[in-house]
């Protein structure tokens, strides 16, 4: 039972350099999506989707990307790591059905930009 | 205005009783679901229960229950029986169906930090 797999656990980068993180999910799930926490915030929404090819922002979508070029895969690209990036990050999978809704996450990414 | 507001920062109780953690939230959809999630020191997120703005009851998942008070807009969480493990923070979070158009739009409020005394 994989569920939903992150990678890295975590990072450090200077500023301006960019990355990917990582993420896959093997329940077939139509919505991905990237959160990410920070202190005394909750999670807060970065970008979603609801299916291959179809990504939009949510709440703090500037300064990462996203595609969803497969139903299993939702990386995130960090364009310009700036220090304000810094946070744990965290991916997403939901579905819909008997028994109502369960959104599941993956383990976490901790970003450090230096 | 926050849509989804825990007015408790922290809360302790001790071993083997229940305890109850608060949750308000805001909305104008009709339709609409609440989650409760665990996240231990260990970092990860832990789903735990969820209800439906339609559900007739209210839900229960093993020691975990929700007292959702649709009028009133809130969604309790009810750990009956406490154990040392759980301690963790605990967030309450709502998804709008109409929100921006697609579903699976998650608010999440800033948590109660749980700990569990001996």
């Known amino acids: 039972n994989a569920g939903v797999t992150q990678t890295p656990k975590f990072q450090v980068l200077k500023t301006g350099q960019s990355m990917t993180l990582q993420c896959a999910q093997d329940?077939?799930?139509?919505?991905m999506s990237w959160y990410r926490q920070d202190p005394g915030m909750g999670l807060r929404l970065i970008h979603y989707s609801v299916g291959a090819g179809i990504t939009d922002q949510g709440e703090v979508p500037n300064g990462y990307n996203v595609s969803r070029s497969t139903t299993e895969d939702f990386p995130l690209r960090l364009l310009s790591a700036a220090p304000s990036q810094t946070s744990v990050y965290f991916c997403a999978s939901s579905y819909s059905g008997v028994g109502g809704e369960k959104l599941f996450f993956g383990s976490g990414t901790q970003l450090s930009v230096l | 205005a926050q849509k989804i507001t825990q007015t408790q920062p922290g809360m302790f109780v001790q071993e083997k009783e229940a305890v109850t953690l608060d949750c308000t939230y805001d909305?104008?959809?009709?339709?609409?679901?609440l989650f409760w999630y665990k996240q231990p020191s260990s970092g990860e997120m832990i789903f735990l229960i969820y209800?439906?703005?339609?559900?007739?009851q209210n839900a229960t998942e093993g020691r975990y229950s929700l007292n959702f008070q649709k009028a009133r807009k809130s969604a309790n969480l009810v750990i009956s029986a406490s154990q040392l493990g759980d301690s963790a923070m605990y967030f309450c979070a709502m998804r709008e169906v109409n929100s921006g158009g697609s579903n699976y739009k998650l608010t999440f409020g800033k948590g109660t930090l749980l700990t569990v005394n001996p």
């Open positions: 909305t104008s959809d009709p339709s609409y679901g």
């Open positions: 209800q439906g703005s339609y559900d007739q």
């Open positions: 329940m077939n799930h139509e919505y």
